[in-house]
Each structure stands twice: as C-alpha cells, then as structure tokens.
C-alpha cells in the first residue's frame, strides 16, 4: 500500500501518478476514479516474496494490448452503483483515447466480477482473450484474467 500511495504521490512520470488519475463527484463528494493510459510495448512482471509470479498471465495480456488506451482502474464506490457513474467515467475513458487519436480501449476484469463484465459488454467490449488467474492469500478466488476491448469511433 505504501509503496503505491508513494507513487501516486510523487512518481510524475509514472502512469499511476495523480495526475492520471479523474475523480466523479456527485453533490461534492467523491464517487468514482478513472485511471488509464496508454499500454506500454513491454510489461514487467511482479514477483511476490515466496516466488510465485502471481502476475505473469496479467502482465501477458497487457502485453498483447501494447498501444491501446488501457483502462488500468475504473471503480465506482459502492453506494454510488447503479447510478450510471460507471458508463460516465468509461465514455470519458473513450474520450481520453479519442483525444489522443487511439481507436483501440483496453480492460482487464477477472472472471469472478459478473457485474463488472456486464457493464463492458453493454458498452461495447468483447474478449480478446484470457489466462487464468493466480490466487493469492487473501486474493479473489479462482478464475480468469479476461482482457476486454473495444473499438472507439
């Protein structure tokens, strides 16, 4: 957690960066954010203390992404679901990419997030592909990596 706020924080040149990131305020109070980028040709992969690379199948689809505006967080907090918060904060993802001339927007969402897919079906996207998801202590269960796409105008 620290080493990620230290990077939002400070790290300019780091997609995480604050500056990346857009806030959704409904009456002044904040309820969704949005950070997303352009994917970058390579992705290294993470390893966790006991060796396990619990990010090698992700980093494998962000990988065949390369290029595409990736929509790397777009989360809306719980009490502002079905509000239409989400569908906004990814047509402004859309926006994003179109401003900056890439026809191409890409996701990841895990196979355990049923909501979430149906969101990114409604609005367009399909699968590319995936791999499968490598539980972790106190991860999400079992499942699939399923990256997402989506032709913009």
């Not at 090698?56 to 929509?71: D, M, P």
């Not at 994003?96 to 409604?122: E, H, P, W």
Request: net charge neutral; charged share 20%.
């Amino acid at each position: 957690m620290e080493v990620g706020r230290e990077f939002i924080r400070t790290r300019s040149d780091h997609f995480i960066c604050y500056k990346n990131w857009h806030v959704a305020e409904v009456d002044g109070t904040s309820s969704a954010g949005l950070n997303c980028y352009v994917l970058p040709k390579e992705t290294k992969n993470n390893y966790n203390g006991d060796g396990i690379d619990v990010t090698r199948n992700l980093n494998e689809l962000k990988t065949l992404g390369a290029g595409t505006w990736y929509v790397a967080a777009a989360s809306v907090f719980p009490e502002f679901r079905n509000l239409g918060i989400g569908e906004s904060i990814l047509t402004k993802a859309g926006q994003l990419a179109c401003d900056r001339g890439i026809s191409v927007m890409t996701l990841l969402v895990g196979s355990f997030n049923g909501g979430a897919q149906r969101l990114y079906s409604k609005l367009g996207f399909v699968e590319w592909d995936r791999r499968p998801f490598t539980p972790f202590p106190g991860s999400d269960p079992e499942g699939y990596w399923i990256l997402m796409r989506r032709q913009l105008a």
